[in-house]
């Protein structure tokens, strides 16, 4: 599976914005897709993932209710939607995906395949 993330940008504090993932190359539907961001001088970090399905979805504790998760399988598309942005919010966003039948969701070194990463700033 080849991943690509669009839309990242340069927003202000409390902005938003929608990153979205275009999947090519292998069966979308059989693969969770996640996404993760990972900020200068810090750790990968988990930040919301979805089911094959689109059917359940899973968020990082400080981001639920800011951010957004969906995907269109019709598309080959998984999409984040950021509410409320915040400075700290500031990272490069990667989206990545991991064969379903695995079972992960939340440890990004089990995905199978990830994006180039975009980057998000959230300006003051």
């Known amino acids: 599976v080849q991943l690509q993330a669009f839309w990242g940008g340069l927003v202000q504090v409390g902005g938003s914005l929608r990153l979205s993932c275009a999947a090519s190359g292998r069966t979308f539907t059989g693969y969770n897709m996640g996404w993760f961001r990972q900020a200068p001088g810090k750790g990968r970090e988990f930040v919301a993932a979805i089911s094959w399905s689109g059917r359940t979805t899973y968020y990082a504790n400080s981001m639920k209710g800011r951010f957004t998760i969906s995907r269109d399988n019709a598309k080959d598309t998984v999409y984040l939607l950021l509410n409320s942005l915040r400075p700290e919010d500031s990272a490069v966003y990667y989206c990545?995906?991991?064969?379903?039948?695995?079972?992960?969701?939340?440890?990004?070194?089990?995905?199978?395949?990830w994006g180039q990463g975009t980057q998000v700033t959230v300006s003051s």
């Open positions: 990545a995906a991991v064969r379903s039948s695995s079972g992960t969701i939340y440890s990004w070194s089990l995905y199978d395949y």
